[in-house]
Each structure stands twice: as C-alpha cells, then as structure tokens.
C-alpha cells in the first residue's frame, strides 16, 4: 500500500509527466478555446488524474494562459483571449501573422 501511495506521489510531481499534461490541456484549449471548465470536467475529458490536472492548471492559470473564474466552492478555468488566439489559428481576422499577435496577445495582457 505504502508503495503504491509513494508511486502515485513520484507520478504527480514528475517534470516531465506535468509537462505532458500542460501541452494537453494546451491542445485542448487550442481546438475548443470557448470552454469553459472545472478541474473535474477537464481531468474527464483528458483522461488523466484530478490532482495531476489540478497541478497543471494552476501552473497555466500563473502563466496567465488561463482564467479562473467560477465561485468560492468551484473554479472554473478557460483561455484567457480566447477570440484571439482561435482567429490566429484560423487564419482569420487581421492577426494572421505571428508578429502581430504576439504584439495583441502581449498589450491585452496588460
């Protein structure tokens, strides 16, 4: 039991599986940038652990890649400037190149 517990720990703190998970939630976002959703919900739709998604968003929500937003009892994540990034990669809009973007993405950001 004492074993499976430690493995279960190693597997949550583990660089390279967060890692992992943060580019799925990324990818995630990217194809569904509207989404709004809980850990729960998330950690369904991944497949993955609720505390291993937990780690990882929080970590995306300190990047400022994501919001929070939901009430005292439930958090809800979703893509912060989600219009704007959904249009970059759609190739609509004025923001097809990557320069500007980046320029918008950054002054929103402020």
Sequence with gaps: MA???NRRIDEELDPILQSVIRIELLAFF???PHTRDTVDGLALRLHRP???VEMAL???SALGILEVGG???VAVYRLRNGDLISSYFQGQGENTST???LRQSAGSAN
């Design 30 to 32: 990217q194809a569904n």
């Design 99 to 101: 320069g500007s973007f």
């Design 71 to 73: 009430n005292m009892k």
């Design 3 to 5: 074993g499976r517990t």
């Design 50 to 52: 609720r505390r291993q």
């Design 58 to 60: 929080h970590a995306l």
